[in-house]
């Protein structure tokens, strides 16, 4: 199948593409890599009047850093952090996530903005942001704001941006040379969608710790109080995962629940391997 009719638009600005955006009434649509909407398009699953590209925006592929957090232009591809062309803030957790994201001609052209936005549950990007606690800053028709992570995604391919709002940048906290973090998602075959993602960042210098379950049709799912508890204790010898699962995907069948505790597992035992 081929797309509906619709009108392509290239504004010049972030300012432009915000203002052109907004006079549509919700019938308009941002692209930028095109990895998620391209297809949604092609099969008419997306039907938008109005299709503006900010690809090229050098506004959206700048980089601001200071010494507590690095701020990412929501157009930078997955490609500029898998070959290390950014700054990490996190100790090489990007570019270690980056590199597992689909295939390399979707890291070439697809960007960080686009995937948050998109919040497809299974996605790198969506569950490694809860994970590491990140801001989004977005900027729509009345001004800029800012939304922790864990707010953003609301459900399965919903988030709260509105309308006429667009994501501008991605801000990360500084991980300390203490931190670790693991990362391990389980599919059927490299570059095909996650079945289960586990995560855990432990920083002791900053007082941080969350672990994240991914790919649950549904937001990431935090776990703060495991995080904390395996810290604390240096180890998970002595916790329940499965009950732990259990508990957090009480109507999973018991294949998801059994890829979801492995997938967590093996993230923990990346930070704490006895």
């Given at each position: 199948?081929?797309?509906?009719?619709?009108?392509?638009?290239?504004?010049?600005?972030?300012?432009?593409?915000?203002?052109?955006?907004?006079?549509?009434?919700?019938?308009?649509?941002?692209?930028?890599?095109?990895?998620?909407?391209?297809?949604?398009?092609?099969?008419?699953?997306?039907?938008?009047?109005?299709?503006?590209?900010?690809?090229q925006l050098e506004e959206l592929r700048g980089i601001q850093s200071d010494a507590d957090s690095v701020s990412y232009g929501a157009a930078i591809c997955h490609v500029d952090f898998e070959d290390g062309l950014v700054e990490d803030a996190t100790q090489g957790m990007m570019r270690h996530v980056a590199g597992g994201i689909a295939h390399r001609a979707v890291r070439n052209r697809g960007t960080i903005g686009g995937s948050l936005a998109h919040a497809d549950p299974a996605a790198d990007w969506v569950n490694t942001t809860v994970a590491l606690n990140a801001t989004f800053t977005v900027l729509g028709a009345t001004g800029r704001r800012t939304i922790a992570a864990p707010d953003f995604f609301l459900g399965a391919f919903t988030t709260s941006l509105n309308d006429d709002e667009v994501l501008e940048k991605i801000t990360i906290p500084r991980l300390s040379d203490e931190a670790a973090w693991g990362y391990y998602k389980i599919c059927r075959k490299k570059g095909e969608f996650a079945?289960?993602?586990?995560?855990?960042?432990?920083?002791?210098?900053?007082?941080?710790?969350?672990?994240?379950?991914?790919?649950?049709?549904?937001?990431?799912?935090?776990?703060?109080?495991?995080?904390?508890?395996?810290?604390?204790?240096?180890?998970a010898r002595d916790i329940n995962l499965d009950q732990v699962v259990q508990q957090a995907l009480p109507d999973a069948n018991p294949i998801s629940l059994r890829h979801h505790c492995v997938a967590l597992q093996r993230a923990i035992q990346q930070v704490y391997p006895s």
């Open positions: 199948m081929k797309p509906a009719p619709f009108d392509y638009n290239k504004p010049a600005s972030l300012s432009l593409a915000v203002s052109q955006l907004s006079e549509t009434s919700g019938s308009g649509k941002i692209i930028a890599g095109g990895q998620s909407l391209g297809p949604m398009l092609n099969l008419r699953l997306a039907r938008p009047n109005s299709v503006f590209d900010i690809r079945e289960a993602i586990g995560i855990l960042v432990v920083d002791p210098i900053r007082g941080y710790a969350r672990a994240v379950m991914g790919a649950v049709d549904a937001p990431p799912i935090v776990l703060d109080d495991l995080a904390r508890s395996i810290a604390e204790a240096g180890t």
